[in-house]
Nanobody, 118 residues
Framework: QVQLVESGGGLVQPGGSLRLSCAASGFTWDYYAIGWFRQAPGKEREGVSCISSSDGSTYYADSVKGRFTISRDNAKNTVYLQMNSLKPEDTAVYYC???????????WGQGTQVTVSS
């Protein structure tokens, strides 16, 4: 079955950390850049971070730069998003997808909820 499955979301206090995972199955993983997107209640979905398929180059939105780190383990078909120094404004459903650009995405995961609150 062709799918992306996110995990690792949850409730965390401001300043805390979470690591999200995005596991792929059913397709040739190595060919795809993998992006993380998020959507907060009442807001449009936005790109958070992305990692290329070739040289491992990365992209971060300004709002998360210096706090989030994306990495990929091709042997495990998994991409990670390490999120540190979390803020309440990071609260959203986080999705992984098979592209860095939302309009080009062919496959989305089901999403994982991240809530940052005291």
């Amino acid at each position: 079955q062709v799918q992306l499955v996110e995990s690792g979301g949850g409730l965390v206090q401001p300043g805390g950390s979470l690591r999200l995972s995005c596991a792929a199955s059913g397709f040739t993983w190595d060919y795809y850049a993998i992006g993380w997107f998020r959507q907060a209640p009442g807001k449009e979905r936005e790109g958070v971070s992305c990692i290329s398929s070739s040289d491992g180059s990365t992209y971060y939105a300004d709002s998360v730069k210096g706090r989030f780190t994306i990495s990929r383990d091709n042997a495990k078909n998994t991409v990670y998003l390490q999120m540190n120094s979390l803020k309440p404004e990071d609260t959203a459903v986080y999705y992984c997808a098979t592209d860095c650009h939302e309009r080009a995405v062919a496959l989305w995961g089901q999403g994982t909820q991240v809530t940052v609150s005291s």
